[in-house]
């Protein structure tokens, strides 16, 4: 069989999971989650350094600005472990701070019991949403994964938030936009 198909197959087959994670039927009613006395969610990155750790101190910032922080538990990780215990990616923290985040989450790698752990788990572009429902051990766990940029409501044009990790400055500072946006919008659906 050729190499190419067999790629074609597999890209293709991607695209169409990662495409029925729009149909609304096949995913957590979000706004459900809010009559939650505990409301858990698991941001997701590949590495666990720059977008998902953005993501969780960002969401904790509005939590906490909002005074629900002991409604909210946040966390993130990723499917990468080479960087497994490290704080974020430096680049990532200096762009943070400018902005009043400070994260001092240190990564690790995603485990079987985070989707029962979790009551919404946020992947940040279509990778990460891929390898999340095939990680996800049924179909109650997989309806549980969303993409984060679902919920940015200022960037109709982005499909995914990024990684940043090999962009210069510009990059982490988009990441930010993307995650400052799509919280705020993450936030107010299941707050609504």
């Excluded at 109650?140 to 210069?168: E, L, N, S, T």
């Amino acid at each position: 069989m050729n190499v190419w198909f067999i790629r074609l197959f597999v890209v293709t087959l991607r695209i169409i999971t990662v495409s029925d994670m729009n149909d609304k039927s096949t995913s957590v009613e979000i706004g459900s989650l809010k009559d939650k006395e505990k409301i858990k969610i698991l941001f997701v990155c590949l590495g666990n350094i720059c977008r998902s750790p953005a993501a969780q101190g960002v969401m904790q910032r509005l939590v906490d600005e909002r005074g629900l922080s002991s409604r909210y538990e946040l966390d993130s990780c990723g499917f990468y472990g080479g960087h497994a215990g490290d704080l974020p990616d430096k680049r990532m923290r200096v762009h943070a701070s400018r902005r009043g985040y400070d994260l001092t989450h240190r990564s690790r790698v995603i485990r079987p019991w985070d989707f029962d752990d979790f009551d919404l788990i946020v992947g940040m572009d279509d990778r990460n949403i891929s390898d999340l429902l095939e990680a996800a051990p049924s179909a109650d766990a997989q309806r549980k994964v969303v993409r984060m940029i679902d919920f940015a409501r200022c960037h109709p044009y982005q499909d995914c938030v990024p990684d940043p990790y090999y962009d210069g400055a510009q990059g982490f500072e988009l990441v930010l936009d993307l995650l400052e946006d799509a919280c705020a919008g993450l936030f107010d659906e299941i707050e609504k």
